[in-house]
């Protein structure tokens, strides 16, 4: 604005002007020559010497300066001095364009050639010796006016005004009232000393025609973002008002752009009218948003696929939808990320290039994409602080030599090594071989770097029940004692009702991913109602199991296990409890079906667990028998964040009656994982003394209804089981309880807390029942 402004000042000269300009250049031209010739003339005589180093100033005869003193020029800069460079007010070219035409028709003077030097010289010498001659010639003239001598002793010359030959120059000026002095007011210009806070409203006019033509909503985000709804109204002065309004403008002119509007203009104003009546300031924001341009060719620039059209089949884009850069950048992320899982480990894409035509607003979006070449799978190399080594990742990988590359089993292998727990960082990328593989392909050999972190951890647990009391489990964990993830783990519980040490050896990832072998040796103490025991355990066991990272569909376990325990029971005989020692010896088996959408906090499908452990107990005499239990859960998703869930257990001890087997190994129900609103093991046949004996079967069941809302969620449930003494379960005098339960929801499972109470309680029974647990009831 200011250069225009003056280039418009400059350009309102007239020709009188041009003519004023070219006769006022030529006076000044005169006077300058006139000046220095008597200068020359009346040049004192250098002082001596010896008085020149004598002498002193003469402070005292020196005038000091005022309005008739004339006042010596400043000397010039000294040679080679570098000057400092002072930015022009206007550009040059500018300036030479507003400089007007000086033409000789304006003043004759102006075509008379210039005098030379020499003659000059010498016209400055011959006056110089006539004066000294006392020859000089009569007193110089100007137009006929003669020009005083210098009076003696006088040093400085006094020019009058010039005379005036143009009578132009000598007109009297217009009058000062004919002037607006007004000083220019600006629109949002801040009146003088206003800088205490200012409240304001914030006005958007003309965005609603984009925003109903978008699937976005633009408002929104522009309210989500803008720096004028941050402020709540409030600013600490105009300057901060102005501030926000400059940030909202970039901000709103982005907005359009990234939905197409390319020819959209934003513009501004503080609207103050209703300031001087005490009403907030509006900060207004005017938008007109052009048309919205659309794609009228899509060229993506690459060499052929196998299959053909892999590209193009996958890119989501079309002619004729509007340019939306969210919609842009996805449909080229999908393209990185398809390619990869194609077999084409190495493609990249290139940078786009969108051409539009102002005149049609449409857009011609042209990408280019380096395929590279097609791979297989080959072997695998390590780097870094290995953890374990190369054929240890190979066996946790999900493919093997000879396999299309594809980038979702790469990205499964870096989980899962992750999941080991040994690594700190590490990362696995492919390395071209140009070994050939067939069919066009290359093998390509998958580098793990790898970074060793610590391998010991500590960690901790605790968990209530009604009926169990308060739990805390510590463990100490060296996880790669015995390389590859051979773990050694000390663990310790300390407990109302329970408290133990064991120690467990455990081969994760033996010779296939997810496989873990485990030797397991622990002493435990319980001490619930329905039995006390002294009990040692040693087992092995071997297991198939799913793992966040992979869920399995079939999964497995086997083992054998030798117990040794000491144990109180009631016994009808002695009409007493006493104390015996048994010695079992069993195998394990456990088959696993799982159909569900997650292992944590599952919505849908269903799950069926079956498990069989024959076993032989020695007390007394030795007593062969069964144990056999089903479970069965399944999950259906009613609404987005609605959930209906439900569980069955069935179980029964065949070939041994119950007084032959010892009490921890019969049937138990009530308690948190069975049935709520009852006490741990509190359901099925009691003694005299009302305290549990367990049964030989045992059948519940439960239904959940839940609810989730972020990361909370509320579960209302009933719970119905019964245990019976005999070996099949009649399904006579079930027990009823309900409740409802609070969950909230982390990366490795929700957190559960249920309150419950019986249905048709009895005397003894609790009326509330607590339970405080990691994980889904079921």
Not at 301 to 324: C, H, Q, R, S, Y
Not at 361 to 369: E, Q
Not at 517 to 534: D, I, K, M, P
Not at 537 to 554: C, E, F, G, H, N
Request: proline share 8%; net charge negative; charged share 25%.
């Amino acid at each position: 604005m200011a250069s225009e402004k003056k280039r418009h000042e400059l350009n309102g000269f007239g020709v009188d002007a041009r003519r004023r300009w070219g006769l006022l250049s030529a006076s000044l031209l005169s006077l300058a020559c006139a000046h220095a010739v008597a200068a020359q003339e009346r040049e004192p005589a250098a002082p001596p010497a010896a008085e020149a180093a004598t002498a002193e100033p003469a402070a005292a005869d020196t005038p000091p300066p005022g309005d008739d003193t004339p006042i010596a020029s400043p000397s010039p800069p000294p040679e080679g001095a570098v000057l400092p460079e002072v930015a022009p007010i206007i550009p040059d070219d500018e300036f030479r364009k507003a400089i007007p035409p000086i033409s000789a028709e304006d003043d004759p003077e102006l075509d008379k050639p210039l005098e030379s030097i020499a003659d000059f010289e010498k016209r400055v010498a011959d006056a110089a010796k006539q004066k000294a001659n006392g020859t000089a010639d009569a007193v110089p003239q100007v137009d006929g006016t003669p020009v005083p001598a210098l009076a003696d002793g006088q040093t400085v010359e006094p020019i009058g005004d010039a005379p005036i030959t143009d009578t132009e120059l000598a007109a009297p000026l217009p009058p000062l009232e004919s002037f607006d002095v007004q000083p220019v007011q600006f629109v949002d210009a801040e009146p003088e000393g206003e800088n205490r806070q200012v409240a304001y409203s914030v006005q958007v006019n003309g965005l609603a025609a984009a925003d109903d033509s978008t699937d976005a909503d633009l408002s929104g985000l522009f309210g989500d973002l803008s720096a004028l709804y941050d402020g709540d109204g409030k600013a600490d002065n105009f300057a901060m008002l102005r501030a926000r309004l400059s940030n909202d403008a970039e901000l709103m002119q982005r907005i359009l752009s990234s939905e197409g509007y390319y020819d959209g203009s934003v513009d501004t104003r503080i609207d103050r009218a209703g300031r001087e009546r005490g009403q907030p300031v509006s900060a207004v924001i005017d938008v007109k948003p052009g048309p919205r341009y659309s794609f009228s060719d899509i060229i993506l620039d690459a060499k052929p696929t196998v299959p053909p059209g892999l590209i193009a089949d996958n890119f989501p884009l079309a002619v004729g939808e509007p340019i939306v850069a969210e919609r842009v950048q996805g449909a080229e992320a999908a393209i990185s990320l398809k390619l990869p899982e194609e077999g084409y480990p190495f493609a990249k894409v290139g940078q786009r290039d969108i051409l539009l035509d102002g005149d049609k607003a449409t857009g011609v979006y042209t990408l280019p994409i380096d395929i590279g070449p097609r791979a297989r799978f080959g072997g695998f190399a390590s780097t870094g602080e290995e953890a374990f080594d190369a054929d240890h990742v190979a066996i946790m990988a999900r493919f093997k030599r000879g396999d299309l590359y594809d980038s979702r089993k790469v990205d499964d292998l870096r989980q899962a090594l992750v999941a080991t727990g040994l690594l700190a960082t590490v990362s696995v990328e492919p390395q071209a071989t140009g070994e050939s593989a067939g069919d066009d392909t290359e093998y390509v050999t998958m580098l793990v770097n790898q970074q060793a972190g610590p391998p010991r951890t500590l960690a901790a647990s605790a968990g209530y029940g009604t009926g169990e009391g308060i739990r805390v489990e510590g463990s100490w964990t060296h996880r790669n004692l015995f390389p590859p993830e051979g773990a050694l783990i000390v663990r310790g519980v300390a407990g109302t009702q329970e408290q133990g040490l064991g120690v467990t050896f455990r081969r994760s990832n033996a010779g296939r991913r997810d496989r873990t072998f485990e030797l397991v040796g622990e002493a435990t103490r319980s001490n619930y109602n329905a039995f006390e025991a002294l009990t040692g355990r040693i087992a092995a066991r071997v297991s198939y199991d799913s793992t966040p990272i992979w869920q399995k569909k079939l999964t497995y376990a086997y083992g054998v296990q030798l117990i040794a325990t000491s144990e109180d029971d009631y016994s009808f005989l002695l009409a007493d409890r006493e104390r015996d020692l048994y010695y079992i010896v069993g195998l394990t088996g456990q088959i696993g079906i799982d159909r569900t959408n997650s292992l944590l906090d599952p919505t849908k499908g269903f799950r069926i667990t079956t498990l069989i452990e024959p076993e032989g107990s020695m007390s007394g005499r030795f007593s062969p028998y069964a144990r056999a239990r089903v479970d069965v859960s399944g999950y259906y998703p009613v609404a987005e964040n609605i959930v209906l869930a439900g569980r069955v257990r069935v179980g029964s001890i065949l070939g041994a009656a119950r007084e032959r087997l010892a009490p921890s190994r019969r049937f138990y129900a009530g308690g948190g994982g069975s049935v709520r609103g009852f006490g741990y093991q509190q359901l099925g046949p009691k003694d005299p003394n009302n305290d549990p004996i367990g049964g030989r079967s045992v059948n519940e069941a439960a239904f959940e209804a839940r609810y989730r809302f972020g990361n909370f969620g509320i579960v209302g449930f009933v719970d119905a089981g019964q245990v019976y003494t005999g070996s099949t379960p009649d399904f006579s005098n079930m027990r009823f309880g309900a409740g409802i339960g609070g969950r909230f929801y982390t990366n490795f499972g929700p957190m559960r807390l249920d309150v419950a109470t019986p249905i048709d309680r009895k005397p003894g029974e609790s009326r509330i029942s607590v339970y405080v647990s990691i994980g889904q009831a079921f």
